[in-house]
């Protein structure tokens, strides 16, 4: 099986390749879209910002190349905003994959923000990328804008009311988390994904 | 809702994990990549690495164990110790790191932050603070804390330098409460709730655990987001499986 990370600038993409590793998979860290055409599976990481982020994709001339794909698609932290319609974070235009809108954290008493830390996985809906998820597991968490619930949403999580950790849509799928991060639990996940 | 976090301290002098007693007498505690691997194992919610001795000297981190660290842990780390600049944080976060945490650096030319933040987003910028209570009982920062004989006393006041570090775009603040450092005897939950008062980025205490006690103390009394230790737990004396039942039991929030 062929995996690739697109390699849009994110920081975290070494970490997220040593992820793969540990699974067993060498994934090929590219920008070229041929490569990313031919893979069996794509992985869109991403920590930064969402303008720059897509700055990067069509500075890559990767937009169009990433909307046309069919195989399945994981986009990671800010790689899952981008898969949504817009970002309220610059007022950014995204991929459009997911009907959403992405929105910073409501400012509430006592809500740090950014969410930064260990938080519960309430799974919604069946889905084979939740495959083994149990009602205690938790993920690793660092974001300050959140994609809101929709139907989209196989799993949400509450810090300050119900956001949307894992969605999909069609071949399109995110995790707002850190699945190489996020230990054991992060791994099944990652894990769910290669075996779609 | 979000879990309080155990975050176990590495202090890395010359590629091999010490501890000291009051920032001072350091004596090597084991290897890097095996202690991170058992505090993985053991349910650390994350691991901070400090170089502490990389910004007295003048260096930055030396990259090579964040990438031997970043292929076998599967938790979140934060790396310290002489980043200076976007382009050393770059090679860090590059090398597999999730945060990067300046002090010394920030005290010296504080837009060091702003373009942090700029570079890589709030969540990946952590601000530590060394923090020690003057004769006039003000708190005050304190530089080059990884070598006693260039550590410095600042005038800039602690809970100043903490609303400044955020405006300037810090994602995460760690205090460290020095004068309970290494001692065992609690946090410093005095300057620990006054720092929480003006913090509202996640904040991390270290400095002065010695028992499961003073965890809960720091979570349900400070309200901090995360405890910092070294000591306790490279020593054994808490384990942190039995750490975060007794704090369940507690009604702390924690990932078990």
Redesign the interface.
């Known amino acids: 099986m062929s995996v690739v990370l697109v390699d849009a600038g994110g920081t975290n993409i070494g970490s997220v390749r040593y992820a793969l590793q540990r699974l067993g998979v060498d994934a090929a860290l590219t920008s070229d879209a041929a490569s990313i055409r031919a893979a069996d599976k794509v992985i869109l990481p991403g920590v930064g910002a969402a303008s720059p982020g897509m700055a990067r994709l069509r500075e890559l001339g990767l937009v169009d190349l990433l909307r046309s794909l069919t195989q399945p698609v994981l986009g990671v932290c800010l790689g899952m905003q981008l898969l949504c319609k817009h970002s309220e974070e610059g007022d950014t235009e995204c991929l459009g994959l997911i009907p959403a809108s992405v929105r910073r954290f409501a400012e509430a008493p006592g809500l740090r923000i950014p969410h930064m830390g260990w938080n519960r996985l309430v799974a919604q809906q069946s889905h084979p990328l939740l495959a083994g998820l149990s009602a205690d597991d938790q993920a690793y968490f660092v974001h300050s804008y959140a994609v809101p619930v929709g139907d989209y949403s196989l799993a949400t999580t509450d810090y300050g009311g119900e956001f949307s950790a894992v969605i999909a849509r069609d071949n399109f799928h995110g995790m707002q988390f850190h699945p190489e991060r996020s230990a054991a639990v992060g791994a099944k996940l990652l894990k769910n994904f290669l075996e779609l | 809702?979000?879990?309080?976090?155990i975050i176990p301290c590495l202090d890395v002098r010359d590629g091999k994990v010490v501890k000291g007693v009051r920032f001072r007498d350091h004596v090597v505690m084991g290897e890097i990549v095996e202690l991170a691997l058992r505090y993985?194992d053991e349910g650390a919610?994350?691991l901070v690495f400090y170089d502490i001795t990389a910004s007295p000297e003048g260096r930055s981190v030396d990259r090579a164990w964040v990438?031997r660290v970043?292929?076998?842990i599967?938790?979140?780390f934060c790396v310290a110790g002489g980043i200076r600049s976007v382009d050393d944080a770059?090679a860090v976060?590059?090398?597999?790191a999730?945060?990067i945490s300046v002090n010394s650096p920030a005290l010296e030319r504080p837009g060091l932050i702003d373009e942090l933040a700029a570079a890589?987003?709030?969540?990946?910028v952590v601000v530590g603070i060394d923090s020690l209570r003057d004769a006039d009982g003000e708190w005050r920062v304190r530089q080059y804390t990884g070598d006693p004989t260039k550590t410095q006393a600042l005038s800039r006041q602690t809970l100043r330098w903490m609303v400044e570090a955020q405006q300037r775009g810090a994602?995460?603040i760690v205090l460290n409460c020095m004068g309970s450092d290494g001692v065992r005897h609690g946090y410093d939950l005095e300057q620990l709730s006054a720092a929480r008062a003006v913090c509202?980025?996640?904040?991390i205490a270290s400095g002065g655990a010695g028992a499961a006690e003073h965890f809960r103390d720091a979570f349900a009394q400070a309200?901090v987001?995360?405890a910092l230790a070294a000591s306790v737990f490279h020593s054994g004396l808490i384990a942190i499986p039995e750490l975060k039942h007794y704090l369940h039991g507690q009604d702390v929030a924690v990932?078990?």
């Open positions: 809702m979000l879990s309080r976090r993985r919610d994350e990438e970043a292929r076998v599967d938790i979140p770059r976060l590059h090398a597999g999730d945060k890589f987003g709030v969540q990946c994602g995460e509202h980025v996640p904040l309200d987001d995360g990932r078990l």
